[in-house]
């Protein structure tokens, strides 16, 4: 499969099945902290990338071969707003299945008119919110040089007032940076001038792009969120781990494991869970696949991942 990937465990929207619609890498920042990998086409200018067509075939081909699915999800290797086509490709997943549609995103480009207008049929829009300071929003999501972060807060703000769905802000958090009281605060008086639906509070969980990029210890985080609670209108949840929930796949497990895994570094356990497999054929399915050299594995925070090579 060329576009669809999945479906992959959420720890925000439950068994979430992805449409990747940018090619690799092509975003507007170059997060410290991305599990995809280093942004190697850094830009602003929104595409016609792929074919609808072919994207919404491979989709038709697909999403009757899964059992239990919360989402449809457009997001994938980059930032998916960059693609022309989003609002096409919302339009007609949901012509295709009655499964919500969300859309995930860094939020750097609702401040067009036509992003806001192709983004206004989805069900949920998650947009990306790491700093409210300049300097620390540069620090973190490394954006394209025509951005800055006053003008993205503005844009998800006004989106926010218009969009008929939901709209969840994500906060991440990373350790030693944007942790701060300093920066809660600023992100707090910009929660309040977006005013989103809810704020999710997550911190770094999956080896990223620099190694400095470290989570935020639990305890920390818990006092954020309580900050936050009580400086936000809107209310804030930290992100929970993913509930195990019985999928059936009709496809082959080695190359749906190294779609997978190619998109996002996973656990062991999430692949089990993902795939409602027993450890075991998770293991014999691993190590074939590391004899094959398809990929390969890594230690972050203290917890063994797996990711596909030629990433």
């Known amino acids: 499969m060329k576009y669809i990937y999945g479906p992959v465990p959420s720890r925000r929207l439950g068994l979430s099945l992805g449409i990747n619609i940018v090619p690799y890498k092509t975003c507007s920042y170059n997060c410290i902290y991305c ?4 942004t190697t086409r850094l830009t602003v200018k929104r595409k016609s990338f792929f074919s609808p067509d072919e994207i919404i075939q491979e989709f038709c081909d697909y999403i009757n071969k899964v059992g239990k699915l919360n989402y449809v999800t457009l997001s994938g290797s980059g930032e998916p707003t960059l693609n022309k086509d989003i609002g096409v490709l919302i339009n007609r997943v949901k012509d295709e299945t009655d499964k919500p549609v969300a859309v995930l995103t860094n939020g750097s ?38 951005l800055n972060i006053n003008r993205i807060i503005e844009g998800i703000k006004d989106f926010t007032q218009s969009f008929k769905g939901k ?6 958090l990373v350790r030693g940076m944007n942790d701060t009281k300093d920066e809660t605060r600023k992100i707090a008086e910009a ?29 920390k985080l818990n006092s954020i969120k309580e900050e936050l609670t009580k400086l936000c209108h809107a209310p804030v949840e930290t992100i ?4 195990k929930s019985n999928v059936d796949f009709l496809v ?33 399915t691993l190590e074939k696949l590391k004899q094959e050299r398809s990929i390969e594995q890594g230690v972050f925070s203290g917890k063994m991942f797996f990711k596909g090579l030629n990433r």
């Open 252 to 284: 082959n497990l080695d190359k749906a494991v190294l779609k997978m895994i190619a998109i996002r570094p996973c656990t062991l356990e999430d692949l089990t869970r993902a795939f409602d497999v027993d450890e075991q054929t998770m293991k014999a």
């Open 240 to 243: 929970r781990e993913f509930d």
């Open 167 to 172: 709209l969840w802000l994500e906060v991440l």
């Open 109 to 146: 480009l609702l401040w067009m008119d036509e992003v806001k207008k192709e983004l206004k049929n989805a069900d949920v829009i998650i947009p990306s919110l790491d700093a409210a300071s300049e300097n620390m929003f540069k620090m973190i999501n490394r954006p394209h040089p025509s």
């Open 191 to 219: 929660i309040n001038v977006i005013n989103p639906s809810k704020v999710q509070l997550g911190t770094v969980t999956r080896p990223g792009v620099e190694d400095y990029a470290l989570p935020v210890a639990a305890e």
């Open 35 to 38: 599990e995809v990998g280093k």
